[in-house]
């Protein structure tokens, strides 16, 4: 049975599309059909760590949002770009990186319902396993349909008493709209904090389960985004803690 997650965040700067991505390819790894929808139409980046240049985007969200190509015509099938064994498929619909594209969906808005319509075509047309969708961070129209719809929400938060806060919010919303399958990731842990206890702390605050907790990594750091960790540190703690979200996902 396919399945919607939505991996979203508060705040800015969590990590939320290098998690994405990271759990992207490992699903592909494992032999599934993946999609991944970039829905941060105001400020898209994801493409850059599948390798895919502005030249290289025919159709994106946008042209399907305003009615100029079929959802599945923006998808673009990223997995021989990333340069490593991958069983499975992983098809990306990034959102246009182009000014005046993003200055129109400031100024004009977009029919939200249209999403929900896309998503679903994606997973039949594309006979998906995953639709992973990346979603814009805060909350707004686009965010609560991606939250409302989802088999599984996937929450980026850092140990940082502004995320606490914003994530208490998502968390409670989530909860209202009966999300089936609710899973925290702490990412940014620094080397110093104490694991075992910032992970029972977070769990005892939302009730909710902690999926992993990702180590502060100067590797990922030095990525800068252009490339998968998962794929090029496969021993790595991160690697591994991504890993059981992934089994959790599968379940």
């Given at each position: 049975m396919s399945k919607i997650v939505s991996i979203h965040s508060f705040r800015g700067g969590t990590g939320k599309s290098n998690t994405t991505a990271n759990?992207?390819?490992?699903?592909?790894?494992?032999?599934?059909?993946?999609?991944?929808v970039d829905t941060d139409i105001q400020s898209p980046g994801i493409h850059v760590l599948f390798n895919l240049d502005e030249g290289d985007i025919k159709y994106s969200l946008n042209d399907y949002l305003w009615g100029k190509c079929e959802i599945q015509e923006a998808a673009h099938d990223v997995t021989g770009r990333?340069?490593?064994?991958?069983?499975?498929q992983i098809y990306l619909i990034p959102s246009s990186i182009?000014?005046?594209e993003i200055v129109r969906v400031l100024r004009e808005g977009y029919d939200v319902g249209l999403l929900n319509d896309g998503f679903r075509n994606l997973l039949s047309e594309l006979d998906l396993d995953y639709l992973i969708v990346d979603t814009h961070p805060g909350l707004n129209?686009?965010?609560?349909?991606?939250?409302?719809?989802?088999?599984?929400?996937?929450?980026?938060?850092?140990?940082?008493?502004?995320?606490?806060?914003?994530t208490a919010v998502t968390v409670?919303?989530?909860r209202k709209l009966d999300v089936p399958n609710l899973m925290l990731v702490i990412n940014k842990m620094p080397q110093v904090f104490d694991f075992d206890d910032v992970r029972e702390r977070?769990?005892?605050?939302y009730n909710s389960t902690v999926a992993a907790i990702l180590p502060h990594s100067d590797e990922m750091m030095a990525l800068a985004s252009s490339d998968i960790f998962?794929?090029?540190?496969?021993?790595d703690e991160i690697t591994k803690?991504?890993?059981?979200?992934?089994?959790?996902?599968?379940?």
């Amino acid at each position: 049975m396919s399945k919607i997650v939505s991996i979203h965040s508060f705040r800015g700067g969590t990590g939320k599309s290098n998690t994405t991505a990271n759990l992207s390819a490992l699903l592909a790894q494992k032999g599934f059909r993946v999609g991944v929808v970039d829905t941060d139409i105001q400020s898209p980046g994801i493409h850059v760590l599948f390798n895919l240049d502005e030249g290289d985007i025919k159709y994106s969200l946008n042209d399907y949002l305003w009615g100029k190509c079929e959802i599945q015509e923006a998808a673009h099938d990223v997995t021989g770009r990333l340069g490593a064994d991958i069983k499975g498929q992983i098809y990306l619909i990034p959102s246009s990186i182009k000014a005046g594209e993003i200055v129109r969906v400031l100024r004009e808005g977009y029919d939200v319902g249209l999403l929900n319509d896309g998503f679903r075509n994606l997973l039949s047309e594309l006979d998906l396993d995953y639709l992973i969708v990346d979603t814009h961070p805060g909350l707004n129209e686009e965010t609560l349909l991606s939250i409302a719809i989802s088999d599984a929400l996937i929450i980026i938060m850092r140990p940082d008493q502004q995320d606490y806060q914003g994530t208490a919010v998502t968390v409670d919303v989530a909860r209202k709209l009966d999300v089936p399958n609710l899973m925290l990731v702490i990412n940014k842990m620094p080397q110093v904090f104490d694991f075992d206890d910032v992970r029972e702390r977070v769990k005892n605050t939302y009730n909710s389960t902690v999926a992993a907790i990702l180590p502060h990594s100067d590797e990922m750091m030095a990525l800068a985004s252009s490339d998968i960790f998962v794929l090029r540190f496969p021993e790595d703690e991160i690697t591994k803690e991504l890993e059981n979200v992934v089994a959790q996902l599968e379940e």
